[in-house]
Nanobody, 119 residues
């Protein structure tokens, strides 16, 4: 069973930066893509972006394009979410997820990490 463990959340002022990490707990890890999601209080979970595990192509939701960057370290089974120029509306619990075979669903989820952007 794969466990995804996020870290790096915290409190930051508007315009600041944070980098989230998501590490897979197994020695050898591979998947079709890794994704980041977020859920703000009272709202549904929303897609932030994703990265293909083998070719590193990325995809972002429109509101984070140009501010957020997803990268990965295959050797350490870790994916990152670099968040710059943060806004109060970016405040949410951020989750990473793994899509193992490229299907419609996400197979593994992390426990989430809180990001709070103060105005």
């Amino acid at each position: 069973q794969v466990q995804l463990v996020e870290s790096g959340g915290g409190l930051v002022q508007t315009g600041g930066s944070l980098r989230l990490s998501c590490a897979a707990s197994v020695r050898t890890f591979s998947c079709w893509r890794m994704g980041w999601f977020r859920q703000a209080p009272g709202k549904e979970r929303e897609f932030v972006g994703s990265i293909r595990w083998s070719v590193s192509s990325t995809y972002y939701e429109d509101s984070v394009k140009g501010r957020f960057t997803i990268s990965k370290d295959n050797a350490n089974n870790t994916v990152y979410l670099q968040m710059n120029r943060l806004r109060p509306e970016d405040t949410a619990v951020y989750y990473c997820a793994a899509d193992v075979i490229g299907g419609e669903s996400w197979d593994y989820w992390g426990q989430g990490t809180q990001v709070t952007v103060s105005s």
